[in-house]
């Protein structure tokens, strides 16, 4: 069964930088689509990016400009660098990815924006 590992995360003052990364447990798989999502406590989970195997990718309103959303080469692996973080960018960070037609997630990774 794969699995996608995330890491990165933490604690960030508001203007910092932060990147989470979404690894597949195996090797041999390629994603057809790579995303993140975000999620605080009592609110629906927020779609925050995507990136497809041409590398087009998309990006909620609320962080054009701020995240940038990246894969590998085998495409098992996808990024997303955080700029100029604010507290609303708090929430923990879901990867998705979408696997011969299924889709899996990461366990998720506590982004906290806070002096």
């Known amino acids: 069964q794969v699995q996608l590992v995330e890491s990165g995360g933490g604690l960030v003052q508001p203007g910092g930088s932060l990147r989470v990364s979404c690894t597949a447990s195996?090797?041999?798989?390629?994603?057809?689509?790579g995303k993140w999502y975000r999620q605080t406590p009592g609110k629906e989970r927020e779609l925050v990016a995507t990136i497809i195997p041409s590398g087009s990718t998309t990006y909620a309103d609320s962080v054009k400009g701020r995240f940038s959303i990246s894969r590998n080469h085998a495409f098992n692996t996808v990024n997303l660098q955080m700029n100029d973080l604010k507290p609303e960018d708090t929430a923990v960070y879901f990867c998705?990815?979408?696997?011969?037609?299924?889709?899996?997630w990461g366990q998720g990774t506590q982004v906290t924006v806070s002096s």
């Open positions: 195996t090797r041999r798989v390629n994603f057809s689509a």
């Open positions: 998705n990815a979408k696997i011969f037609g299924r889709d899996f």
